[in-house]
């Protein structure tokens, strides 16, 4: 018989093999321990495939085009943390090219590299090993502080002068939307139950 085990007061709990119909809760402390099933692994994969899309435009293209005095100059967001590293911000310039480029590229990776061969009912070489340092992987990528930190540099810098935004601006949007949809899509407990269908 499977056990789940709360994490928040590790009481470990019966589970069915059948996914979940509703949220399941601790008995003790009533922490969420299951959620319903909500898509299946085809869903996954397309939004994967998605997100890979999204992150080839996102590093392709300029993130904004700034016009200042006659003089326009283009940025993509390799630019960005480029520009970081030559100011003399090394360690800031590293953490946003692991954490926006680095980051979304492994956890877009590794997920494909699982489910692809899950779908046929096989399973990847190291798969178990993979999805654990997805898990690690995903504490890391931060598009959306990447997202909120840029709008709020634009905003300020409309007022001097004038900004086009450009097609990694509104990619790397839409990719951090793909995340967060993937990532609710592939919580470890959906993974698990997809790897046990897998075995039957």
Not at 83 to 88: R, S
Not at 96 to 107: A, N, S
Request: hydrophobic share 55%; with cysteine.
């Amino acid at each position: 018989m499977p056990v789940i085990v709360c994490p928040a007061c590790d009481l470990a709990h019966r589970a069915s093999m059948a996914p979940a119909a509703e949220r399941t809760r601790c008995a003790r402390c009533r922490a969420s321990l299951q959620r319903p099933e909500i898509g299946n692994i085809d869903a996954a994969i397309a939004l994967a495939a998605a997100a890979l899309v999204l992150f080839i435009f996102s590093n392709a293209y300029p993130l904004v085009a700034i016009n200042y005095n006659g003089t326009t100059r283009a940025a993509t967001l390799l630019d960005a943390a480029e520009g970081l590293y030559a100011q003399g911000h090394a360690a800031l310039a590293w953490l946003v090219f692991i954490t926006t480029v680095v980051g979304p590229l492994l956890q877009i990776a590794s997920l494909l590299y699982v489910l692809i061969p899950l779908r046929r009912k096989r399973q990847a070489p190291g798969q178990n090993a993979v999805f654990r340092l997805l898990t690690q992987i995903r504490r890391w990528t931060f598009v959306e502080v990447f997202m909120l930190g840029a709008l709020v540099a634009l905003v300020r810098l409309s007022g001097y002068a004038q900004v086009v935004t450009g097609v990694s601006l509104w990619s790397c949007g839409l990719l951090m939307l793909t995340l967060a949809a993937l990532t609710t899509h592939t919580s470890p407990a959906q993974f698990w139950r997809w790897v046990d269908r897998s075995r039957a």
